[in-house]
């Protein structure tokens, strides 16, 4: 079974640009997550997808974080402009059930993201 | 107070050892647990679930305690190969939402 799949796998920009990641789930995996992970820290959920809706983004910074998840499979994480603080790895992880299923996540290499 | 709170570690020991980790959470609702592993530049991995009744998995022991909010891991016979970040895990439930310790490092030493 091929695992999830992310890229780029690094991407260095200058603050106030903007950035793209690109996350394919595991076939199947109707529920899509993404996640931020600072350097000495735990993952951190920016957004959940179930199907193509969006059931978490309590902790996405909507003023310069957007994601998508059009036709319930590929998704794409936008951060635009990017600021010092984002610096992180993304991590895109995917699971089997919805609501109240318990099914392990399984996630993706991640996208290392260098602020300049 | 953070979600899920974890002794950062390091935690250095010789192959062989026993070394235990624990975990405290702050959210009683909170439905299910788990240990992930994390490897050096890596994602994170599942481990293992985390049973009120302590389930072993070869080397590995993990234990609840709903009471008391705890969650640990014992790792008999430390390997070289164990040496990794562990990442204590909550399930809130709903959508399966799961909240992260900032994780406690493992280096085994020859």
């Known amino acids: 079974e091929a695992g999830v799949a992310q890229s780029p796998r690094y991407k260095i920009i200058e603050k106030r640009q903007s950035v793209a990641f690109w996350c394919n789930p595991i076939?199947?995996?109707?529920?899509l997550y993404w996640y931020q992970q600072i350097l000495g820290q735990g993952p951190k959920l920016l957004i959940q997808?179930?199907?193509?809706?969006?059931?978490?983004d309590s902790q996405l910074p909507k003023d310069r974080f957007s994601a998508e998840r059009l036709k319930g499979v590929d998704s794409t994480l936008k951060i635009q402009p990017a600021k010092l603080e984002d610096s992180a790895v993304y991590l895109c992880?995917?699971?089997?059930?919805?609501?109240?299923?318990?099914?392990?996540?399984?996630f993706g290499d991640g996208t290392r993201l260098s602020i300049l | 107070r953070k979600e899920v709170e974890q002794d950062p570690g390091p935690f250095n020991v010789p192959e062989g050892a026993t070394v235990a980790f624990n975990c405290t959470y702050s959210n009683s609702a909170s439905q299910s647990f788990f240990w992930y592993r994390q490897d050096c530049r890596k994602e994170p991995k599942l481990l293992m679930s985390v049973y009120s009744s302590g389930n072993e998995d070869g080397r590995f022991t993990a234990q609840l305690n709903r009471a008391s909010q705890y969650i640990s891991l014992l790792i008999r016979d430390s390997k070289l190969s164990d040496s990794a970040t562990y990442l204590c895990?909550?399930?809130?439930?709903?959508?399966?939402?799961?909240?992260f310790g900032a994780g406690t490092r493992l280096a085994v030493h020859p």
């Open positions: 076939s199947g995996h109707a529920t």
């Open positions: 992880a995917s699971s089997l059930g919805g609501a109240n299923s318990n099914q392990p996540q399984h």
């Open positions: 895990v909550v399930n809130l439930g709903g959508y399966n939402k799961l909240i």
């Open positions: 997808f179930q199907n193509n809706g969006v059931v978490d």
